[in-house]
Nanobody, 124 residues
Framework: QVQLVESGGGLVQTGGSLRLSCAPS????????MAWFRQAPGKEREFVAA????????NHADSVKGRFTISGDKDNNTVYLQMNSLKPEDTALYYC?????????????????WGQGTQVTVSS
């Protein structure tokens, strides 16, 4: 069982930046696919970004392209989500997820482990 611990959420004004971190309990980054999802109140959980630890391939949702960047640090076994130019519609609970297979996918059902989430609130 892999545990994922997110950190870095908070309250920020429109146009501001935050960096989320996700630290797995096991050294998974080099072989797993790691991803960020988010869920706003009353909405379904949606894909934000993912990175393959083995290939370095990334994928970002259209809604965050050019503003958010997913990256990983193999030495520290940590995945990051740098969020710039934040908008009120980015307000959500952000979840880190891990997938045993290395192919980057966007479907929530194909991820094996989930963190508890970290809240991001963007004020207008």
């Amino acid at each position: 069982q892999v545990q994922l611990v997110e950190s870095g959420g908070g309250l920020v004004q429109t146009g501001g930046s935050l960096r989320l971190s996700c630290a797995p309990s096991a050294r998974t980054f080099s072989t797993y696919t790691m991803a960020w999802f988010r869920q706003a109140p009353g909405k379904e959980r949606e894909f934000v970004a993912a990175i393959s630890g083995s290939t370095g391939n990334t994928n970002h949702a259209d809604s965050v392209k050019g503003r958010f960047t997913i990256s990983g640090d193999k030495d520290n076994n940590t995945v990051y989500l740098q969020m710039n130019s934040l908008k009120p519609e980015d307000t959500a609970l952000y979840y880190c997820a891990a997938r045993i297979l290395s192919m980057v996918v966007t479907d929530t059902q194909r991820y094996d482990y989930w963190g508890q989430g970290t809240q991001v609130t963007v004020s207008s």
